[in-house]
Every structure is written in C-alpha cells, then in structure tokens.
C-alpha cells in the first residue's frame, strides 16, 4: 500500500444526490385498474353538434391572377396554332417562327428539301460544337458564314479554312473535312439568290418535295419552242469538271408538242455522280470506319461503338439486301437514311475491309482465304494497287502500240478454281505425336514373347535370320586403292554388306548419298571412299 489518500467518494452517497433527482408525478398517471378494456363507450356530453364546422376559414385561393394569366396564353397559343394551320393549308406558308424570320436576320441559306435540311442540321450542329454555348442565332448566323465560305468556288481548301477559323475559331483537318463534305450534299445554295414573285409558292414546292420526293412538271405553254426544251442545266452540280456540265439535246424520236417529264430536277448524270459519291473506296474504311459515320448521328462515344457492333452484325449475316436494310432502319429509328444505305451499297467493302484491319497476321491469312471464296477478291486487288493501275490505264489515250507477247503469265489471286473445302491440318495432328500407336493390330513375328511390367509392358522381338550372302556380294579389300586398305585394319579380307553396297557410288560417281544403317554396320569407314 502506497501512502497517498484515497479520493472522496462522500459525494456520491445516495443522502447526497438523492435531492437532486426528479420524481415523477404519478397522481397524472393513468392507473392500471382504469386502462381502457377496448369495450364501447358513449359520447354524450363530449360533442356539441354545434360545433361541427366551427374552425372552418375562408380565403381566396393562393396565385390565382398566374392561374388565370396562364389559362389566357393557353388558350392563345391554341388559337394561333388552329389559326397557323388554317393557313399553312390555304396559303402554304412557314412552318416554324425561324424559317420565318430568316429572310428577316439576313441569312443567304434556307434548306428547300427534307434531304438538305438534314444535312444543315448537321452543319449547325458541328459549328455549335465548336463555338460552345452559345445563343441560337449566333450559331445560325456562324453557320450561314461557314456555308457561304465553303460555296465560294473562288477560294481554295486552304483558304476557306482560314476563312472559316476567324469566324468560329481554330478547327481540326478532320471538322473541316466534315464541313466540306456536308456542304457538298447541299445543292440548293444556289436557288436562294433568286427572287420568287410568290413567297408561298416556294414553300409550297417544298412541301411537294418532301411528301412526295419527285415534282413532276409538264410544260405545255411553251410547247412551241423546241430548242428551249430541248436541254436543262443542272445549276446545283456538285461536279468539279465544268467542262462535263453540257447541255442534253432531245432525242430525235420525240415530238416537241409530247409533255417534258422532268423527275427531281436532276439528269442521269448527276444521279450517277451521286452514285459514285455513295461508293467507299477500300483504302478508306479502317477498323472504326463505321463507328466514326454513326457518331455524326450519335455523338455518345458507348452509343456509337454499339450501334455500330450491331451495324457489322447486321452487314455481315446472310440476309438479302432488303433484310439488312430493314434491320438497320430499326437499329437507326427509321433515321439517317444517307448512312444506311452507304452501308448497303458498301455491304462487302465495309464488312471484309473492317475484318482485315481488325485481324492481326495470322488471322489475316485466313480472312483473305474467306473472301476469296466469297467471291470479293477485288476487295483485295484494288488494295494492292490494281484496281488503280487499271484505271489509269483505261483512262489514256489510244495509241497504236506494238503488241508484245509476254514470256510469262501471272495469275491474279482469285482467278483460278478455288477449292471446295479448306482442309484443317492443324486438326489432323497427332496429340501423342511419335508414342501414338494408330494400328489396333500388330502382328509380331515368331518367337517374340510380352513381359508385364508395372507401369509398363516388354515385348521382346527375335533378331531377325541374316539373308545368306551371294557369291560376288562382298567386294575385296584388294579392289580399293593401297592407300584405303588400312583403314579397315590387315586381317579384313572384303567389305560388308553395306559397304560393298555403297562402295561403287560412293568411290566412283561424285554423287551425293544419305546413308541410314544400324550402329557398327560401317558408316564411319565408308567416309574414306
């Protein structure tokens, strides 16, 4: 025991912290003897019928002038609607405030057809994604700046860039390559710089367009002149050669006085320059070709990479061509119909040029396998160059040249019958290689005997009876030169077996051998010959 004092604990005696608690008041509590026994009892004397209704309060309802300020532009708005539609049915006027107000704003561009209003939703789109937030009329007007630079036929690439940069800031090669390429697809820039007696009357051309997707005008007032009718100048071309803008004369079999059938406002040309225009050439479509057409539409990188798993999925089955379209316009939600069907007139390019980038060396062989049985080898030829060389060929002028008979032929891959079916050696190799035993029945000569072993069996196999020797077999130490003999010692009187054997090539012709024979037969000795 230490000699230092213990604490007080007087302080905690019940005598000392007994006045400091609370008792309850249980005189307030409800007893046990007169807790409620769940039987029914009578509220008379508890309620006044009087009093029913006694707190009820009156007062007007809370935003009532919103309320009925909201009812009112309702109600407006409905009757500007019915009244809008009343006119777009009787006077084919504007569909929406902005196609309305552009004329206003003092933009130079309106889209005229559902196909070019699309692309221009495009166009606005890239150009919001490069100035960032922005007000909607800036962007609109940006866009309009953007289109006339990229029209301008004056400029070239680089400088409509510039042109391009000091209005919406510095771009990639790739966004401005984007642009140029949408503004290609626009072809009815040009027809807004001609003035309309009837505002309306355009509008409604429009709407013809859009519903029907051919206009078919037939011209009978001027039936008299033959040599206005007789061509049509295709002013929204989007060829560069102006010398292939040239006029189409009518056929001589046509009467001036028959009705002129113009169908879209375009030639053949210009339908089989768009055509040309829908082909992908192979050297262009890499192993994310597809995914990066779909994220013009879908900009969300994980939406873009599995729309287009799916595209590739689609493309690639065994379905005709009308299947893959109706899948891919559900896969789309019946929209972007310029992109499905680049992937349908591209179905082989897309689908087997996607497999060669993504395979690696050795599964590109058998990619290239496939094609060929396919049928698409030209896929591979015009990857090597000879579509191109082909096509430059063709493209020169016709000279008379001497004809020369070429010594030898090359083949193209592809030209030749191709085999039936692919054989896979890879699955006919032996997993036991040299220990597998392939014959069920083995038939040992006689004398040989089998010995159990664990783990294991012998099996012993009688030395095989030498054939007897014929006479002048064995060649004679005597025949070899003095200064072979000693190599095969002085009590040696012939060769044996294998060597008299080997002995006339292999000392006589300067011919290469491949000896094989059993340990002691010789080899080593023949060497000397």
């Given amino acids: 025991m230490s000699g230092r004092k213990g604490p007080d604990l007087s302080g905690y005696n019940y005598g000392a912290i007994s006045s400091l608690v609370l008792t309850a008041d249980r005189s307030a509590l409800p007893r046990r003897d007169k807790e409620p026994d769940g039987a029914p009892t009578t509220l008379a004397g508890r309620i006044d019928p009087k009093e029913m209704g006694s707190r009820v309060q009156r007062q007007a309802p809370k935003d009532l002038d919103k309320k009925k300020k909201k009812a009112a532009d309702k109600l407006e708005a409905a009757e500007k609607q019915s009244k809008r539609k009343a006119e777009l049915g009787a006077g084919f006027g504007y569909a929406d405030i902005i196609e309305a107000t552009q004329d206003v704003e003092g933009l130079t561009y309106r889209p005229r057809t559902a196909e070019t209003r699309e692309v221009y939703q495009l166009m606005l789109s890239a150009v919001h994604s490069a100035l960032g937030d922005q007000a909607q009329d800036i962007v609109r007007s940006a866009a309009d700046t953007v289109l006339e630079s990229l029209k301008n036929e004056g400029l070239k690439d680089f400088d409509k860039k510039k042109e391009i940069e000091e209005v919406i800031g510095p771009i990639s090669n790739e966004l401005f390559s984007q642009l140029l390429g949408l503004s290609k697809k626009i072809t009815d820039y040009n027809e807004e710089d001609e003035t309309m007696k009837d505002p309306d009357a355009e509008r409604k051309d429009a709407e013809i367009d859009d519903e029907v997707g051919v206009a078919v005008v037939f011209d009978d007032e001027e039936a008299e002149d033959d040599d206005d009718e007789g061509f049509e100048i295709n002013e929204g071309s989007d060829s560069d050669d102006d010398e292939e803008d040239e006029e189409e004369e009518v056929p001589e079999g046509m009467d001036a006085d028959d009705e002129e059938l113009v169908i879209g406002g375009s030639s053949s040309k210009d339908k089989k320059d768009k055509a040309d225009k829908d082909i992908v050439s192979p050297h262009s479509v890499d192993g994310f070709w597809v995914q990066r057409q779909i994220a013009e539409v879908y900009p969300d990188p994980v939406t873009a990479a599995d729309k ?35 992937f349908i007139k591209n179905r082989d390019v897309v689908v087997w040029c996607t497999k060669l980038m993504r395979s690696d060396a050795d599964e590109r062989v058998n990619v290239e396998v496939a094609m060929r049985e396919k049928g698409v080898g030209w896929i591979l030829r015009e990857l090597a ?19 020369v008979v070429p010594k030898t032929a090359t083949l193209a891959p592809g030209s030749t019958v191709q085999p039936k079916r692919t054989i896979d050696l890879e699955s006919m190799v032996f997993s036991q290689g040299g220990h597998l035993m392939s014959n069920k029945k ?3 000569p006689e004398g040989s005997f089998k010995r159990s072993r664990k783990g294991f069996e012998e099996i012993h196999v009688p030395a095989a009876k030498s054939k007897p020797v014929a006479p002048n077999e064995l060649v004679p130490i005597e025949n070899l030169p003095a200064w072979a003999r000693p ?17 006339p090539v292999a000392f006589g012709t300067d011919e ?10 010789g080899k080593a000795s023949t060497s000397i010959f």
Wanted: proline residues 4%; contains cysteine.
């Fill in 308 to 342: 287009a798993a799916a595209v590739l999925s689609i493309l690639g089955s065994e379905s005709s061509a009308r299947d893959a379209e109706n899948q891919l316009m559900e896969l789309f939600d019946y929209q972007s119909f310029h992109i499905i069907a680049k």
């Fill in 385 to 403: 160059g000879d579509r191109q060389a082909k096509a430059k060929s063709s493209d020169a002028m016709d000279v008379d040249q001497p004809k």
């Fill in 442 to 444: 083995c038939k040992l």
């Fill in 487 to 503: 190599a095969f010692g002085s009590n040696v009187r012939n060769l044996n077996r294998i060597q008299s054997k080997l002995y």
């Fill in 512 to 521: 290469p051998i491949l000896l094989c024979a059993p340990t002691g037969a």
